[in-house]
Every structure is written in C-alpha cells, then in structure tokens.
C-alpha cells in the first residue's frame, strides 16, 4: 500500500499534427486560433500538472504525427517536458498509433524525466517519492493492430497502486478481471469512464474537440488517490476552441425575432459557463410551421445565420455559428395525406415505407455504374434503422418543398 495520498494527471491525444476542421470557412479573425488551438490546449495541460503539483503526469498516446508538425511538434513538447522537470515531475508516456517510439526524431534527445514505454510487452516502472514507492506503471506503446491484452499488464507485485497505460481497443470484461487499480487509456476524443471502480477505466479525451461531431469541454483528468486505494477523477477543460450543437424546437406560433432572441439566450448562457472560452455552435431547428418552412425553402436560415455571426461571432471571445439546419419534420400537415395530388401520394408512400421498416428502400438503382460497386453501394444497402428513419423524414421534407406549388388551393 503507498505511504501517502498522491495525484496524477492523464491526458491522452494531443493530435498536435490536426488543427480543428469542419466548417465551411474560417473566419479571419478566427484563423490565428484554428491554427494555434492544437498547441494552446496542449500547454494548458502542462500548465494544469504545474499549478496542481502533481506527482507524476501519464500520457496515452497519439500526442503528435512528426512527419506533419515537423520541427515543431516535438520541439513543443520537449519544452513542455523540460518545464515539468524544472518541478521534478516526472512523464511515463505509452505511445499511440502515430507515435510509436521509433517515429520520434532520434535527433532530439528526450529528457531524462520522461520514459516511453516500447511496443510489445509491457514494461513495469515504479514511480517513487523520498524512495518510497508510490505506484506502479505498466505501460506499452500500441502495436499496429491496436488490441489491448489486459492479462498482460497485471502488476508482478499487488504492493503499491498500479496503473496501466495504453493506447486502443480492450475488451471491458478483461480490464474488470484484472488486477490493475487505474486503467489509463487513449484512442477515444471524447472523454468517457468506462469502468467506474474495481478497477477505474478512464479515457481523457483529447484536450481539443477537432471537429462538430466533438462537442463539448474537451481536455484532461486529474486523479486523486487515497491511502485506501480510492480514485476520484477530476476532470478539467483545456479546450480553446469549443464545439456546440444547440437544438431548438418551433412551433406554429414562432416568429423570427423570437427564434433569434431564444438563441441569443443560448450564447449568453454558453459565455457565462466559460467566459474565456471561443465557441463554435451548429444550430438545428425542430418542429414545424411556417417559421420552420421558411427556414428550411428559402434565404431566410442564410440570413439568421449571417445576423448571429455578425451579433456575436466578432468580437473575442467569439460565438461564432457554424450552421443553422432545419430538421425535417416527423410528419407533416395531416389534411396533405389525404390529397389526390402528387404530393398526397408521395407523402402516402413516404409513410408506408416508414411503418414497413423491413421493406427495402431499394437505392440501387439510383447509383451510376461507376459507384454500383463500390462503398457508396454498401453504404446504402446497409442503412441502420435509425439512419433509415431520418433519411425517409429528409426525402419527405424535400418532396414537399419541390411539389411546394400543389400548396396553393390546399
């Protein structure tokens, strides 16, 4: 058992080499950042070991691709390392899919705080205070095939807290089986626990969110350990450019100004919560009625757009809005379905085909010869149910706006 209650952070996943992407076009006010933001959250993490004094920092691999930073990429993080030894704090480093250790430049040295685990085995180091052993590290660089073996990283001795590091896939019920205290782990962007104790499993995430499908604080975790052996996470932003979806519902009685004046109330909330923060929000409005009609046919989703970049996207910290999208409607106007119209039969088929959800869509014969054999064929004859549903509700919001003359008389 240690001595002493001790702390740690892991972080995993810096992908120093990918600056955020997704979006249609970059501000310029804004571009500095985009550029900047990989490097700026990962400082921010070696700037949180400084300030919470931690024992140790455990990093889980893809922390950078050398060959796409070049020179500057482990430049970074040998200052970053070097500032951490100036505090005697030490680095145990399992690297990931991009940066197994041969890929590190053998022209620059790293510092003599920090160890890279290799491939294969795993290695056992402790980690000690005033020679005192604290805890255990078992860690292993990722192979290419990117399986974790948990069996592989029982600790030889169960005396002091131990903690295995790695980067990729592992079977749950294997990590439960196993004899380690703390599973540090990579591989996932997004933080997420997936074993609360006995042992505690925990993916940090990546400290920047590189895309909108990556919403959210992103950052790092702190980890308080007991004499007990308790874990308590702690997680911490570290993010400088913040995806968010915003979901709006609509109704009939909606009205522009009052659309514009809720998400205003959605960007002041976002700004209170993180004051420092520079966010990026993709919009999807739901519901139905003229409002959401005319967001969804015309130019009017364009300019609410253009007025929230302008009202809120300018200044710094900026809420700059990616996006507004109109979510298609489960089902439309009743006295439609009933129509002797094409627009009636269309929307009859659409509902037919949504009740008989093992009926095929038959796309097939929409593909060209080109793609009949390829990924695009697969790719729609294999729709899941759920992507099944919103695809037959945008066809069915498309249908109704091309036939959108049939309205009149309706």
Known sequence: ??????????????????????????????MELFLAAPYRS???????????????????????????????????????????????????????????PEAWPPSMRLPKNVYLFAQGEPEQRVHRRADTAVARLIGASRLPQGRIKPQAFDPEHSGVFSIAVAHGRADLESIKASRVDYWALGGHHSRRTLCESMPTAHEP???????????????????????????????ASAD???????????????????????????????????????????????????????????????????????????????????????????????????????RGEFLRQIERLSRESNESLDLEGFLSDASADGPARDLLLKTPEASRTNLLREAAALGVDLLFGEEAGS
């Open 240 to 342: 400088v450019l913040r995806w968010e979806t915003q979901r709006l519902v609509i109704g009939e009685e909606h009205t522009a100004d009052g659309l514009e004046r809720e998400m205003a109330g959605r960007v002041e909330s976002l700004r209170q919560a993180s004051p420092e923060t520079d966010f990026l929000i993709t919009w999807h409005v739901a519901g139905s009625g003229p409002l959401a009609d005319a967001l969804r046919r015309g130019t009017a989703s364009g300019e609410l757009l253009a007025r929230l970049r302008d009202r809120f996207g300018q200044r710094r910290p900026a809420a700059w809005s990616v996006a507004v999208s109109v979510e298609p409607p489960a089902r439309h106007r009743a006295a439609w379905y009933d129509e002797d119209t094409i």
């Open 1 to 30: 058992m240690s001595n002493w209650p001790f702390r740690f952070l892991h972080a995993s996943d810096f992908h120093l080499e990918t600056p955020p992407f997704g979006v249609d076009e970059v501000p310029d006010h804004l």
């Open 205 to 235: 995430g990546s400290p920047q969110g590189r895309w909108p499908e990556e919403a959210g604080p992103h950052g790092y975790t702190l980890i308080d350990v007991d004499l007990e052996r308790n874990v308590e996470l702690k997680p």
């Open 42 to 100: 990962a400082e921010r993490v070696f700037d949180a070991a400084l300030a919470e004094n931690v024992d140790f920092v455990v990093l889980a691999g893809d922390l950078l691709d050398s060959r796409r930073t070049g020179p500057r990429g482990p430049l970074f993080l040998v200052e970053q390392f070097e500032r951490l030894a100036q505090r005697d704090i030490r680095v145990y480093w399992a690297g990931g899919q991009i940066d197994p």
